[in-house]
């Protein structure tokens, strides 16, 4: 594969008990090592437009960039990283503009939860309050920090994260894609390993489910990831379902470094 990394990707979106329609969207390319998930905001129908837009434009600028990456150039990481940045900058302008031309879509944005592997790395890309999670050897991890008032509020030390999953005011972001020209998009890179697995979601999901019951669910996850999506969003409707849920599970089963020896190490070491 053109990313050198061995994956499976499944991807599932449901639209809850209680919400109208359903204002998410997911996009997968397992050839390029890329998932995204949008929550999208809005007025009737702006939310899911926001969404769709956003996923579609972060799989396809990213797509196409890395289409003719050369893999041994120098600084390449620091590159990956500028398009994956670019690719929801992109976004964010690309609904700023429609919702000021369109006065329906007016105010209209979404979250976004964004990954690009390659070799041994995967680059998290992400705004507003959809998540990113890792299970690594039975452990699971919340990767991405919450662009959200109630996270403000856990950071100061005035609420518990228990709490938070129950409280009013659980789904004011700070940050989202598309509201304002201009917008900050927090990045992280990790090492990844062989046998780790990815989560990707919306608040749907993480509203109905504690972390622990969570980290129970992934670790049973076996070989069938489109069962395991549908398992996590048939449980978070049976725990309510007071959400649109959607669900982005990524297995590695192989990872290569791009060098070994000495020629990896002076080329990594360039690359800072």
Known sequence: MAHHV???IAAKTDIGLIRSHNEDAVAISAAHGIAVVADGMGGYNAGEIASGMA????????EEKIRHVRWDQQGVHKLIRHWVIESVEHANSTIFQSASLEPEYSGMGTTLVGSFFHHDKVII?????SRAYRLRQGKLEQITRDHSVLQEQIDAGLISEEYARFAPNRNLVTRAVGVAPTLNVETREH???AGDMYLLCSDGLTDMLALNELAELMNGVQTDL????????DIANKNGG????????????????????????????LQR
Not at 55 to 62: A, N, Q
Not at 244 to 267: D, F, P, Q, Y
């Open 191 to 193: 090492v990844t390993e």
């Open 125 to 129: 890309a992400h705004v507003g309050d």
């Open 55 to 62: 996923s579609v434009i972060f799989k396809e600028i990213l």
């Open 226 to 233: 489109e069962a395991a999506c549908q398992m996590l969003i």
């Open 6 to 8: 061995e994956l499976h």
């Open 242 to 269: 007071r959400d649109n849920i959607s669900v982005v599970i990524i297995r590695l089963k192989s990872v290569r470094t791009e060098a070994a020896g000495l020629a990896g190490r002076i080329r990594r070491w």
